[in-house]
Nanobody, 121 residues
């Protein structure tokens, strides 16, 4: 069984920062690409940032220069440092990872439960 557990969401004012964390646990054989998605009320879920196992990153245009994704492979953890937050960043943020388990060695996508980020004055 593989699980992703997120932490770090909350309520902040515009211009402030937050750091999200997502730890993978369970019968993991290997972790490939990890990413953060978000979904605001009435909107579709969108990919915010992703990072490969070798550290290559991608960002949606709206967060470039403000958000940084990173990972600690020893801890099976991915982070999202969010600076200069704006009200339009308000959403539920979900962690996602492509993982092969020790049971099947088949790669499949896993999702965390989501963490709320609210940016408001």
């Amino acid at each position: 069984q593989v699980q992703l557990v997120e932490s770090g969401g909350g309520l902040v004012q515009p211009g402030e920062s937050l750091r999200l964390s997502c730890a993978a646990s369970g019968s993991i054989f290997n972790i490939y690409t990890m990413g953060w998605h978000r979904q605001a009320p009435g909107n579709e879920r969108e990919l915010v940032a992703s990072i490969t196992s070798r550290g290559s990153t991608k960002y949606v245009d709206s967060v470039k220069g403000r958000f940084t994704i990173s990972r600690d492979n020893a801890k099976n953890t991915v982070y999202l440092q969010m600076n200069s937050l704006k009200p339009e960043d308000t959403a539920v943020y979900y962690c996602n990872a492509d993982i092969s388990s020790q049971e099947t060695y088949t790669i499949r996508g896993y999702w965390g439960q989501g963490t709320q980020v609210t940016v408001s004055s």
